[in-house]
């Protein structure tokens, strides 16, 4: 009968953890979250968790769930875990982070953009192929960048809305907002690839 009950213990935490993914999160909404800076330039958080009772994090990592299509909805609130790359357990999620004050939505967003740093192609200088790999030096909104694509055709993403997005051998993303803006010169250089 011993036996019998550890089996049951075993089999409810295996349950448990194989359907935690799949829990829908808090909806959090500025009737149940605080976010706030704190001391260590961090984003803390006074929350109402899913139990109704109110908690304190001292420090929350915050991540788009598709940040390119739609950055600014669906924002998942989470508890830090280094095992996880900080992908620790969901506390929540923003549906519309408009929802939200002027004042959280800007400590959001510089979080955010921290995390999703992605600066925009200016001009694009020159780029040269080299056995497989094509080296591009471009002007950005961060100064002058030199990346490496191993294939550029599975590397450069183009976007309904005309938008593209580059990702480098190192997992920089760089974006051109509108081809049109780029001067002729660059434009001839990158349309092979469109």
């Known amino acids: 009968m011993a036996e019998n009950m550890v089996l049951d213990i075993e089999n409810q935490d295996l349950e448990e953890k194989l359907f935690e993914p799949s829990r829908i999160s808090i909806d959090l909404t500025p009737e149940n979250i605080r976010f706030m800076r704190s001391p260590g330039n961090l984003i803390s958080v006074d929350f109402t968790n899913h139990k109704g009772e109110k908690e304190f994090l001292e420090r929350v990592v915050i991540f788009r769930s598709f940040p390119i299509t ?24 923003i549906r519309r982070l408009s929802d939200f004050d002027e004042e959280t939505v800007a400590l959001i967003n510089e979080e955010l953009d921290r995390r999703y740093f992605s600066p925009t192609i200016l001009k694009i200088r020159s780029i040269k192929e080299k056995f497989g790999y094509t080296y591009w030096d471009v002007n950005t909104t961060s100064g002058n960048v030199t990346f490496v694509l191993n294939n550029p055709f ?25 081809t049109k803006k780029l001067d002729q010169q660059s434009f001839k250089k990158i349309e092979i690839y469109l």
């Open 70 to 93: 739609n950055p600014d909805e669906f924002i998942s609130v989470r508890e830090p875990d280094s095992k996880k790359m900080g992908r620790g357990k969901e506390i929540g999620m």
């Open 154 to 178: 599975s590397n450069i993403r183009i976007l309904e809305d005309g938008r593209i997005f580059i990702s480098d051998m190192d997992g920089n993303i760089f974006q051109i907002p509108d």
